[in-house]
């Protein structure tokens, strides 16, 4: 891992002057919430995406609790870990234009990161926004979806070194998306279910507790969709925390929690369908003890006249389930993403 000198310019410790609106010069697909001067956001994989003039740029972050990779021309030139209150900067480049992308790299549900936009250097200038692309794609689900521990190189991690080695920029979700050059959203919250959590933790709230918000431990709060946000593609993979062993106490049998799921599955689909109407395609991924219970739900939609929601098996061939916990790792995610890619390619999305 590459980490980014965070005062390599003479304006050292020195906090920049943000622009009137943030949003005037990156792209950003993220659920963020706007503040005008600053980007406000909690989930994983949230990237920001500008373009420059210059020989450097200053990158403003207000986060002690993620860790971010600064890309320029497609180059990662930066790994900021938990920055702070900072402006870091990138300098040393040639004289020219430039494109630049922040990405937050793993995940942190109880904490508010902070993103207060792009800063030239000495007579440099920041230039107008890329434009979105035409494809967007949504990503739901849990660890699998976020990445949880990929870049680790080994399952037996302690709690720093899975913050260090979870990257959501390299999930199976980010590698499909820019396989098919679309942008997106990984909405990922490791170890939540649709109805019950792994091992039957925090009963009171699941992943659909959460699904709604732009910032994670802000009770009751509600993403506002610029309006920009129309995914043509949204994929779920909810249902392995679920199906985790129960665990002594819990009110589940194995009928009563299937039951349940199929249920709240079936009721999670429609809101989506509510959400992003008649034209957005959802794929139901089936995956390990969820897989027949999902097929199910699928079946049931598309019985009921739904004909734009697709099952997906998540083929665990040639997988070696080495990130932390024996989950998916960065080998493995880019399997799963050329599998991905190939199925979405396959659907009638009108792309």
């Known amino acids: 891992m590459t980490f980014g000198d965070r ?6 410790g020195r906090r920049q002057v943000a622009p009137d609106a943030v949003t005037e010069q990156v792209h950003t697909t993220g659920r ?3 503040l005008g001067k600053t980007l406000q956001f909690s989930w994983p994989g949230v990237y920001f995406e500008g373009r420059f003039r210059g020989t450097g740029l200053g990158v403003v972050l207000d986060c002690a609790a993620a860790d971010y990779d600064v890309q320029v021309d497609g180059v990662t030139v930066a790994t900021l870990v938990t920055p702070g209150d900072t402006t870091h900067w990138i300098n040393g480049l040639r004289d020219g234009e430039h494109t630049v992308r922040v990405v937050k790299r793993n995940e ?6 902070t ?3 792009f800063v030239a250097t000495p007579g440099g200038a920041v230039l107008s926004k890329p434009a979105p692309r035409d494809r967007q794609i ?15 190189g080994t399952r037996d991690c302690d709690s720093e070194q899975l913050k260090r080695t979870t990257n959501t920029d390299v999930s199976h979700g ?12 990984i909405n990922g919250f490791s170890g939540l279910g649709m109805v019950r959590n792994v091992a039957g933790i925090t009963p009171d709230a699941t992943y659909r507790t959460y699904y709604d918000r732009a910032l994670l431990n802000v009770d009751g709060d509600v993403w506002q969709n610029p309006g920009t946000w129309r995914p043509q593609i949204v994929v779920v993979n909810l249902g392995s925390n679920d199906f985790t062993d129960l665990t002594p106490g819990e009110p589940w049998t194995h009928d009563s929690l299937a039951a349940a799921y199929r249920t709240a599955y079936d009721e999670f689909l429609r809101q989506l369908r509510t959400r992003y109407g008649a034209g957005t395609t959802l794929v139901a991924v089936g995956f ?7 097929r199910q739900v699928v079946e049931a939609r598309n019985d009921a006249g739904d004909r734009g929601v697709h099952y997906w098996f998540l083929d665990q061939s040639g997988l070696d389930f ?3 916990d024996q989950h998916t790792s960065a080998r493995d995610d880019q399997l799963i993403a050329g599998r991905l890619a190939r199925f979405l390619s396959s659907l009638p999305t009108k792309w």
């Open 138 to 152: 949504e990503f739901i689900g849990d660890s699998i979806t976020v990445g949880y521990g990929n870049v680790s």
């Open 322 to 324: 080495l990130g932390c």
């Open 288 to 294: 390990d003890r969820n897989d027949e219970h999902v």
């Open 108 to 113: 942190t549900p109880g904490d508010i990161s």
């Open 174 to 185: 980010a590698l499909t998306a820019r396989q098919l050059d679309a942008d997106y959203q």
């Open 7 to 12: 005062n390599p310019s003479p304006e050292r």
């Open 115 to 117: 993103f207060g936009g």
């Open 32 to 34: 963020v919430k706007d």
